[in-house]
Structures are given as C-alpha cells and as structure tokens.
C-alpha cells in the first residue's frame, strides 16, 4: 500500500516538472504593479510576485521559466 500512495505521489511531481516550459523573447512591456511581462510576439506572462521584475526593460531579450499553471517563476536576461 505504502508504495503504490509513493509511486502516485513521485508521479504528480514528475507531471508538475513535465508540464512546466520556458518561453524566450524579446519584452516590450514590463507592468511592475501586475507583475505582468509583454513580450514583442504578443505573449504576456504573468510573474510570481516573489519574482523581481526590475532588472529587466523593454528591448530586453530574455528567458522566462513557468510553472504548470503558465505562471512566470523566473526571468532571466540573455543575449
């Protein structure tokens, strides 16, 4: 019994990692108050809150990871 609540359990979270994606682009707005990012393709991606937002501006090229839920958890500048 113990192992089949492990095996369920091991496999939500291998679904959760599987279902989150990374999205690459080029910002054309960053609403600071909504925790919002506006990308040149027309996404937008919600950010979570604990995610900081000012060290990155419009023309920035950038790499956002997100979560199952399409939420942005991490922003990160490249080149």
Known sequence: MKI????ALASLVLI??????EMQGTI????????????DDGMS???NKDVK???VMKGD??????DAKKMGTM????K
């Open 16 to 21: 959760g990692i599987a279902a989150a994606g």
């Open 4 to 7: 089949a609540i492990l095996t």
């Open 53 to 55: 937002l000012d060290s």
């Open 28 to 39: 054309k707005s960053v609403d600071m108050d909504k925790h919002m990012i506006t990308l």
């Open 61 to 66: 090229h950038v790499k956002i990871m997100t």
């Open 75 to 78: 922003v990160e500048k490249t």
């Open 45 to 47: 991606v919600m950010t």
